[in-house]
Protein backbone atom coordinates (compact mmCIF):
# COMPACT_ATOMS: atom_id res chain seq x y z
CA UNK A 1 0.00 0.00 0.00
CA UNK A 2 2.89 2.74 0.95
CA UNK A 3 4.61 1.71 -2.19
CA UNK A 4 1.66 2.39 -4.75
CA UNK A 5 0.88 5.28 -2.52
CA UNK A 6 4.69 6.50 -3.44
CA UNK A 7 4.16 5.86 -7.26
CA UNK A 8 1.53 8.07 -7.45
CA UNK A 9 2.82 11.11 -5.41
CA UNK A 10 5.57 10.24 -8.09
CA UNK A 11 3.84 10.41 -11.02
CA UNK A 12 1.90 13.59 -9.72
CA UNK A 13 5.05 15.85 -8.98
CA UNK A 14 6.52 14.45 -12.35
CA UNK A 15 2.83 15.72 -13.89
CA UNK A 16 2.97 18.94 -12.45
CA UNK A 17 6.55 19.60 -12.65
CA UNK A 18 6.53 18.72 -16.59
CA UNK A 19 3.58 20.46 -16.96
CA UNK A 20 5.06 23.82 -15.35
CA UNK A 21 8.36 23.00 -17.53
CA UNK A 22 6.02 22.79 -20.67
CA UNK A 23 4.27 26.01 -19.95
CA UNK A 24 7.97 27.99 -19.49
CA UNK A 25 8.96 26.64 -23.03
CA UNK A 26 6.29 27.99 -24.58
CA UNK A 27 7.29 31.41 -23.29
CA UNK A 28 9.00 33.22 -26.30
CA UNK A 29 12.72 34.29 -26.15
CA UNK A 30 13.46 37.90 -25.96
CA UNK A 31 15.14 37.59 -29.37
CA UNK A 32 14.50 35.18 -32.29
CA UNK A 33 16.83 34.10 -34.55
CA UNK A 34 14.94 33.07 -37.88
CA UNK A 35 16.46 29.79 -38.41
CA UNK A 36 14.08 27.90 -40.36
CA UNK A 37 15.68 24.54 -40.58
CA UNK A 38 13.01 22.64 -41.14
CA UNK A 39 11.94 24.53 -44.38
CA UNK A 40 15.15 25.83 -45.28
CA UNK A 41 18.18 23.47 -44.75
CA UNK A 42 20.91 25.87 -45.99
CA UNK A 43 20.24 29.44 -45.70
CA UNK A 44 20.81 31.68 -48.67
CA UNK A 45 20.70 35.14 -47.42
CA UNK A 46 21.84 35.83 -43.85
CA UNK A 47 19.69 35.10 -40.96
CA UNK A 48 17.38 37.59 -39.57
CA UNK A 49 17.13 38.48 -36.07
CA UNK A 50 13.79 39.55 -34.67
CA UNK A 51 13.85 41.06 -31.31
CA UNK A 52 10.55 40.13 -30.17
CA UNK A 53 10.82 41.66 -26.80
CA UNK A 54 11.67 44.76 -28.39
CA UNK A 55 8.64 44.87 -31.09
CA UNK A 56 6.54 43.74 -27.96
CA UNK A 57 7.96 46.23 -25.52
CA UNK A 58 9.17 49.38 -26.91
CA UNK A 59 6.58 49.27 -30.02
CA UNK A 60 3.56 48.23 -28.36
CA UNK A 61 3.15 45.51 -30.77
CA UNK A 62 0.14 42.74 -29.96
CA UNK A 63 0.23 39.10 -30.21
CA UNK A 64 -2.07 39.70 -33.08
CA UNK A 65 -0.42 42.01 -35.18
CA UNK A 66 2.12 38.84 -36.10
CA UNK A 67 -0.18 36.02 -35.25
CA UNK A 68 -3.00 34.94 -37.02
CA UNK A 69 -5.25 31.96 -37.52
CA UNK A 70 -5.71 29.62 -40.45
CA UNK A 71 -8.10 32.67 -41.83
CA UNK A 72 -5.42 35.26 -41.36
CA UNK A 73 -7.47 36.58 -39.00
CA UNK A 74 -5.22 38.09 -35.39
CA UNK A 75 -5.34 35.85 -32.57
CA UNK A 76 -5.80 38.85 -29.68
CA UNK A 77 -6.05 36.73 -27.37
CA UNK A 78 -2.74 35.20 -27.02
CA UNK A 79 -0.80 35.33 -23.75
CA UNK A 80 2.97 34.36 -22.81
CA UNK A 81 2.68 30.57 -22.25
CA UNK A 82 0.52 29.78 -24.89
CA UNK A 83 1.16 27.03 -27.52
CA UNK A 84 1.73 29.23 -30.83
CA UNK A 85 2.60 27.27 -34.43
CA UNK A 86 5.59 28.71 -36.45
CA UNK A 87 5.07 30.11 -39.22
CA UNK A 88 6.17 27.12 -41.43
CA UNK A 89 3.16 24.87 -40.44
CA UNK A 90 1.38 26.83 -42.84
CA UNK A 91 3.49 29.04 -44.97
CA UNK A 92 5.88 25.89 -45.51
CA UNK A 93 6.73 26.05 -49.16
CA UNK A 94 10.58 27.78 -49.11
CA UNK A 95 10.96 30.66 -50.27
CA UNK A 96 9.47 33.21 -52.39
CA UNK A 97 6.98 32.56 -54.91
CA UNK A 98 8.10 31.96 -58.79
CA UNK A 99 8.84 35.47 -60.85
CA UNK A 100 8.75 35.84 -64.62
CA UNK A 101 7.19 35.46 -67.45
CA UNK A 102 6.57 31.43 -67.35
CA UNK A 103 5.75 31.42 -63.08
CA UNK A 104 2.25 30.60 -62.82
CA UNK A 105 -0.44 32.74 -61.16
CA UNK A 106 -1.84 32.60 -57.92
CA UNK A 107 -4.18 33.68 -55.91
CA UNK A 108 -2.82 35.26 -52.85
CA UNK A 109 -3.40 32.48 -50.79
CA UNK A 110 -1.25 30.44 -52.90
CA UNK A 111 1.36 32.90 -52.70
CA UNK A 112 1.23 32.96 -49.11
CA UNK A 113 2.26 29.18 -48.49
CA UNK A 114 5.71 30.39 -49.18
CA UNK A 115 7.67 31.46 -46.19
CA UNK A 116 9.58 34.32 -47.36
CA UNK A 117 6.63 36.04 -48.89
CA UNK A 118 4.15 35.71 -45.63
CA UNK A 119 7.13 36.76 -43.90
CA UNK A 120 8.31 39.84 -46.15
CA UNK A 121 4.34 40.85 -46.62
CA UNK A 122 4.18 41.02 -43.07
CA UNK A 123 7.38 42.42 -41.72
CA UNK A 124 8.15 44.64 -44.53
CA UNK A 125 4.26 46.07 -44.48
CA UNK A 126 4.44 47.08 -41.18
CA UNK A 127 7.52 48.75 -41.64
CA UNK A 128 6.69 50.65 -43.99
CA UNK A 129 3.19 51.85 -42.08
CA UNK A 130 5.51 52.49 -39.28
CA UNK A 131 7.98 54.51 -41.54
CA UNK A 132 4.93 56.38 -43.48
CA UNK A 133 3.32 56.87 -39.80
CA UNK A 134 5.86 58.62 -38.02
CA UNK A 135 7.64 60.08 -41.48
CA UNK A 136 10.47 58.19 -40.70
CA UNK A 137 13.16 55.17 -41.95
CA UNK A 138 14.00 53.70 -39.21
CA UNK A 139 11.89 50.50 -39.72
CA UNK A 140 13.91 48.32 -42.56
CA UNK A 141 12.41 47.74 -45.95
CA UNK A 142 15.24 46.21 -47.50
CA UNK A 143 16.98 43.37 -48.01
CA UNK A 144 20.37 44.01 -46.35
CA UNK A 145 19.17 45.75 -43.23
CA UNK A 146 17.34 42.76 -42.38
CA UNK A 147 19.20 39.84 -43.32
CA UNK A 148 22.91 40.69 -42.35
CA UNK A 149 25.60 39.68 -44.46
CA UNK A 150 26.17 35.74 -44.72
CA UNK A 151 29.43 35.37 -43.18
Known sequence: MKRSLL???AVGF???FGSVALYAGTNPP?????EDSKIYPKHEKGIVVFSHKKHVTEYKDTCGDCH???DGKPLTNLKPGD??????E?????????KG??????????ALQYHAEAMH??????HREFNKKNNSNAAPTTCVKCHPKAS
Open 7 to 9: VVM
Open 14 to 16: AAV
Open 30 to 34: DVIKM
Open 68 to 70: HDK
Open 83 to 88: NVQPCY
Open 90 to 98: CHNKPGEKP
Open 101 to 110: KDAPKLTEKE
Open 121 to 126: KKCIGC
